[in-house]
């Protein structure tokens, strides 16, 4: 699953309701958030690079 978001000089994106704290590299850029829901992990691009990493837990009922 991709995201675009656009982060703000509060550093806080919000994907499906959470929010999240990113570096702040990403401030004032558009960054792409990839969710591997079968590794549950969530990966955030800035220009092609990966600039961070963590484990995100899918609740396949809270989205069905």
Sequence with gaps: MHL???VRS????????EKLTVPEEAV?????VTINVKE??????LNGKVID????????GLYD
């Design 53 to 60: 990493e963590r484990e995100y837990r899918y609740n396949k």
């Design 28 to 32: 004032y850029q558009y960054v792409k």
């Design 10 to 17: 509060n550093k806080v994106i919000s994907i499906f309701g």
């Design 4 to 6: 675009i978001r656009f």
């Design 40 to 45: 549950q992990k969530l990966l955030l691009f």
